[in-house]
């Protein structure tokens, strides 16, 4: 499970926004200034941070300048409510990787999030490991013990998407639309073609499944 530092002095949008992060699968940890930010980072290994940046004391400026001379890969997140081009070149200068201007769109929030994970997870290893199931980007292949299975491209995303996020609900439409594009021509049903190929490559594997959740779409579960 991911772990997400939500830095925001409004306390009911602190809590709205872990609420939503939890919801959805990661552990959200809260702070409510800079200083109480980096007390956390400190003692808790964190994957991603989400600041806003006029809080009292040090601000997300200060912050964001701060974790960079801790740690150069970390995805730092702005969401502020300046708006000003200067606000958000200031923010990229010091590293932040993405900036939303509030109010913002809490599912647009979870899209960025989620792509800022991937690309700080494949950046950094390129691998995914469930129980003894080893998922290498690098080369499409999924290990599992002494045996390797070289997956299609597509195949292969489908899996390491729903294995980052273990029990978590993903619609054939969010599929489509990350793997196959938003405007595709390809039908949704060919998403069910690619699970039904992956649940047949390793049905009889014991550290995952895929299920099926009806109306709604798949998810995977880890035995574990």
Known sequence: MFNILV???DEKLNQLIKTVLTKNGYNAYCAFDGKGAIDILESNYI???ISDIMMPGI???ELAHNIRERNATIPILFVSAKDKYEDKLKGFQLGID???VKPVDLNEMLLRVSALLRRAQIASDRKLTVGNTVLDYDTMTV???????VLPQKEFNILFK???FPNKIFTRTQLMDEFWGLYSESLERTVDVHITRLRDKFKNNKDFEIVTVRGLGYKAVRKD
């Open 7 to 9: 830095v925001e002095d």
């Open 47 to 49: 994957d991603l941070i």
């Open 59 to 61: 601000d997300g400026y």
């Open 98 to 100: 993405d900036y939303m």
């Open 143 to 149: 290990f599992v013990g002494n045996k390797e299975t």
């Open 162 to 164: 729903l294995l980052s």
